[in-house]
Nanobody
Framework: QVQLVESGGGLVQAGGSLRLSCVVSGVVVRFNAMGWYRQAPGKQRELVATVGSWTNYADVVEGRFTISRDNAKNTVYLQMDSLKPEDTAVYYC??????????????WGQGTLVTVSS
C-alpha cells in the first residue's frame, strides 16, 4: 500500500519561497505519474502539478511552481516561488492516475501546511 510523507511547509511572507518534499513508499515514482495537490480551507482539493514523462501545472501556479522527482530517493518535490496569500493550503502528494483522480485516490498522507501572509 502506498505511503506518502509530505514535509517542508511553513509560514512565509508573500513573494517568498518554499520547497516541499514527499517521500513515497509502495509506489516507484520513476514508473508512475505523480502529482501535488492542495486543499484550502473550505474548498475542495485541487490538482497543482504533475510529473511523468512531462510536467504540467495548474494555470494559477504556472511559472511560479516547479515539480520534480528524485528517482534514487523515491521522492517528489515542489519548489514554490513568488508565493501568494491564495496559495495558503494543505499540500499533498500522490499518484496521478489521470483527470478522474478524485474518484481513484483513496490513500493520502497527512499533508504539509503552507501559510502565506500578505
Amino acid at each position: 500500500q502506498v505511503q506518502l510523507v509530505e514535509s517542508g511547509g511553513g509560514l512565509v511572507q508573500a513573494g517568498g519561497s518554499l520547497r516541499l518534499s514527499c517521500v513515497v513508499s509502495g509506489v516507484v515514482v520513476r514508473f508512475n505519474a505523480m502529482g501535488w495537490y492542495r486543499q484550502a480551507p473550505g474548498k475542495q482539493r485541487e490538482l497543482v502539478a504533475t510529473v511523468g514523462s512531462w510536467t504540467n501545472y495548474a494555470d494559477v501556479v504556472e511559472g511560479r511552481f516547479t515539480i520534480s522527482r528524485d528517482n534514487a530517493k523515491n521522492t517528489v518535490y515542489l519548489q514554490m516561488d513568488s508565493l501568494k496569500p491564495e496559495d495558503t493550503a494543505v499540500y499533498y502528494c500522490n499518484e496521478f492516475p489521470g483527470t478522474h483522480w478524485p474518484e481513484y485516490l483513496e490513500v493520502w498522507g497527512q499533508g504539509t501546511l503552507v501559510t502565506v501572509s500578505s
